[in-house]
């Protein structure tokens, strides 16, 4: 069983409450605009071991380690994460191509400081967007996900919001 621990788009910021949030679990994934450069990815490396992805926001030194996408198996589902991904119907053209390509169980983005989680039956996967755990952007509330994936399910998902 794996229990993993959502974000995206710190820009900058992981502060003490989420830090209190995501102590319990075993990964923490980041669905990119980490911001603060390599500094806040060795903070959250640091912290928990790290899957993380470039978003519009970091710089190429950051994407040497956290690349554009990832596609990775987890507790037996495959799951493909980018920065800019979109919803069903509404795909950003790039996230179409490796969604087609690789055809993920979960589909992990972020990009919209939007928490969203929502069943793309056309194509049977989840899509996740954990919203934006930083305090730059329009979101008026700051958000996180937690849950466990464990023999090819995922459950138990729990919402972290925070006030900007």
């Known amino acids: 069983?794996?229990?993993?621990?959502l974000i995206s788009d710190t820009h900058g910021v992981f502060d003490t409450p989420f830090r209190d949030f995501l102590e319990p679990v075993d990964e923490l994934w980041h669905a990119g605009d980490f911001g603060g450069g390599m500094s806040l990815a060795e903070e959250l490396s640091a912290f928990k071991p790290l899957k993380g992805v470039a978003g519009n926001c970091d710089n190429h030194a950051l994407r040497y380690e956290h690349p554009l996408f990832r596609f990775f198996e987890c507790e037996g589902l495959k799951v493909l994460m980018t920065h800019v991904g979109g919803y069903p119907g509404r795909y950003d053209s790039r996230a179409i191509k490796l969604i087609e390509e690789h055809k993920p169980d979960i589909f992990v983005c972020g990009h919209s400081h939007i928490l969203k989680v929502v069943r793309d039956t056309k194509r049977n996967m989840l899509v996740i967007n954990p919203g934006a755990a930083g305090?730059?952007?329009?979101?008026?509330?700051?958000?996180a996900l937690r849950f466990h994936i464990e023999k090819g399910r995922i459950h138990s998902m729990e919402v972290f919001e925070l006030d900007r």
């Open 1 to 5: 069983m794996a229990y993993i621990g």
């Open 135 to 143: 305090i730059q952007g329009f979101h008026v509330v700051r958000t």
